[in-house]
């Protein structure tokens, strides 16, 4: 396998990454020689075996540092940026940042009980999209990106369709794309490329927290032309491709990454 980020000193920032598309993006990153830092936020109970899959990116042979605290606090925020100054040293810098918070309230409108208030959209929104532009000026203002950096977050087809319980989500999902363009135009001059991965439907802990995800899971099978699921790898496999030296000219759009789920 090639190793063309092996030797440049170049890390990659996944915020939520233990688990699911961060870290499946993560490892196909480290596969190809990227150094890693995750931010996840998970219970005690789970951290044994978040571990040992930290320690299985170690074994390709690249660093890893993680921190398990809530991406989405300014203060805890500003912490782990410190941490990572201290970590990427003079000569490391952060060539992609991955935004994987799965952090979003999923409640009906009507009906069962609690329903949708306005706080919900505001702390789902928050995390799920303007925290992009917060962790985006934070690595900026402290001159850790390098001169071609590449900034890569998840979307859902959810951005145009109306899932039951999925209001919240969907509204962010919107707003992360919006903010995306914006990086991608203003951040430009700074060498920054920003782009956005809609994800086919992919079984994963936060998928399965949807109610409707029988509903969407049957119902992507058969609009997909090649009758199967997007796996995690899929993803990954994006997430690499854009983080390559010819992925360069590619900013500000929304890339599906579905096998064709979306024709139909």
Known sequence: MVKEFEGKNYWALVLGGSSGLGFASARKLAEHGMNILIVHRDRKDDLPEIKSAFEDIRGLGVKLHSFNRDATRKDRREEIREQIKEILGEEGKIRTM?????????????GEQP???????QQTIDAMAISLYDWTRLIYDAE????????????????????????????????????TRSIALEFAPKGIRANCIQAGVTVTRSLELIPSFETLR????????????????????????????EASWITGTVIPVNGGEHLK
């Open 98 to 110: 991955l935004h994987s918070i799965s952090k979003g309230n999923l409640k009906s409108m009507l």
């Open 115 to 121: 329903t949708l208030q306005n706080i919900d959209f």
């Open 144 to 179: 850790l990106f390098c001169k071609d950096a590449r900034i890569l977050s998840f979307t859902s087809e959810g951005n145009t369709k109306a899932w039951k319980n999925y209001a919240a989500v969907s509204a962010a999902k919107v707003a992360l794309e919006a903010i």
């Open 218 to 245: 049957q119902h992507a099978l058969k609009r997909n032309p090649f009758k199967r699921l997007t796996t995690p790898s899929d993803v990954a496999n994006a997430v690499y491709l854009l983080s390559k030296d």
